[in-house]
C-alpha cells in the first residue's frame, strides 16, 4: 500500500513538473508572440506611413506634371510662333538674296569691258616698270665698272710712281755696291737700302688697300662711302756726296698717261633721271653715259730730291 502511494506520488510529481515545463515553454512562446506582434504592429505602421508619404508625393507630382505640361504647351506654342516668324523672315531674305545676285551679276556683266581695259593698262605699266628697272640696272652697272676703272687706274698711276721711284733707289744702290767700301759710302748705301724698303712696304699697302676697295665695290659699296685712299709720301732722298754726283746722273721720270681723269665718278645723267622719275610715269630718253675728258698729267720739271705728289 505504502509502494503504491509513493508511486503514485512520483507520477503526480512527475506530472506537475510536466505540467511546469509546459507552462514554462508556453510562456516563452507567448512573450515570442507578443515581441512578434508589436513588431509586425510596428511595420504595419510604418508601411501606412510609407503609403501616405507616397501618396503625397504622388499628388505633388501629379500637380507638378500638370503644372509642366501647361508650361510645356505655352512653350511650344510660343515657339511654332517663333518658327512661323523665322520661316517668313527666311524667305523674305531668300527673296533679297535673289535679287542683290541679279544686282551682281548685272554689275560683273557691266564692268568685263572695264576690266579688260584695265588689265591692258596694268601691262602695259607693267612692261614699262620691266623697262625701267632694266634701264637701271645697266646704268648701275656702267657706274660701277667706271668706278671700279677709276680705282683701278689709280692704282696703277701710283704703283708706277712709287715703282719710278724703286728703280732709282735700286739704281743707287747698285752703284754704292759696285764702289769700293769706303767711309763715304756705307752711311748712303743704309740710307738707300731703308728707302728702298720703305718704297716697296708703300707700294705692297698702296695695292692691298686699293684692291679691298675694288673688292667691296664689287661686292655692291658705294665708292662714295668708302673712306680716300691718302695719296703716299716719301721723304726726301738722302743727301748726295760730290762723287755720287759727278759719276751717277739718273734718268728724267716717266711720265705715265691715263686715258681718262683721276677723281670721283661722275654718274651718268641717265641714271639721275631715272631715280628723279622712280614713282612717276616713265618716258625713255636717250643720251647719258660717263663723262669722259683729257687725261690729267702729273707735273713736270720736278727736281730730283723733292718728294713727289699725285694731282
Given amino acids: 500500500m505504502m509502494s503504491e502511494r509513493a508511486l503514485l506520488k512520483e507520477r503526480y510529481q512527475e506530472v506537475l513538473d510536466k505540467q511546469r515545463q509546459v507552462e514554462n515553454q508556453l510562456q516563452v512562446q507567448l512573450k515570442q508572440l507578443q515581441q512578434r506582434r508589436e513588431e509586425e504592429m510596428k511595420n504595419h505602421q510604418e508601411i501606412l506611413k510609407a503609403i501616405q508619404d ?21 512653350k511650344e506654342q510660343d515657339l511654332k510662333a517663333e518658327i512661323e516668324k523665322l520661316c517668313e523672315k527666311g524667305r523674305r531674305l531668300l527673296k533679297e538674296q535673289e535679287e542683290k545676285e541679279n544686282k551682281i551679276a548685272s554689275l560683273i556683266a557691266e564692268q568685263s569691258d572695264e576690266k579688260q581695259l584695265w588689265e591692258m593698262e596694268l601691262d602695259k605699266l607693267k612692261n614699262q616698270h620691266n623697262e625701267i628697272n632694266r ?52 752711311r748712303p748705301k743704309q740710307e738707300w737700302e731703308m728707302r728702298l724698303n720703305r718704297i716697296r712696304m708703300t707700294k705692297e699697302s698702296v695695292r692691298d ?26 721723304p726726301p732722298p738722302p743727301s748726295e756726296t760730290d762723287f755720287m754726283l759727278t759719276a751717277f746722273q739718273p734718268n728724267p721720270p716717266l711720265t705715265p698717261r691715263l686715258p681718262f681723269p683721276i677723281g670721283p665718278v661722275p654718274v651718268p645723267m641717265q641714271w639721275r633721271r631715272a631715280r ?35 694731282r
Fill in 135 to 186: 634701264n637701271i640696272l645697266e646704268e648701275t652697272e656702267r657706274a660701277w665698272k667706271a668706278e671700279i676703272l677709276s680705282l683701278e687706274s689709280r692704282k696703277e698711276l701710283l704703283v708706277l710712281k712709287l715703282e719710278e721711284a724703286e728703280k732709282e733707289a735700286e739704281l743707287h744702290l747698285t752703284y754704292l755696291k759696285s764702289a769700293p767700301p769706303t767711309l763715304e759710302t756705307m
Fill in 276 to 310: 628723279a622719275t622712280r614713282g612717276r610715269p616713265w618716258k625713255r630718253r636717250t643720251g647719258g653715259g660717263c663723262a669722259r675728258g683729257p687725261a690729267e698729267r702729273p707735273r713736270r720739271g720736278a727736281r730730283r730730291g723733292e718728294p713727289w705728289q699725285e
Fill in 209 to 234: 688697300q686699293f684692291n679691298d676697295h675694288i673688292q667691296m665695290v664689287r661686292n655692291g659699296t658705294k665708292l662714295s662711302s668708302l673712306p680716300q685712299i691718302p695719296t703716299p709720301t716719301l
Fill in 54 to 74: 507616397v501618396t503625397i508625393k504622388r499628388e505633388e507630382t501629379k500637380k507638378k506634371m500638370e503644372k509642366e505640361k501647361k508650361e510645356f504647351l505655352q
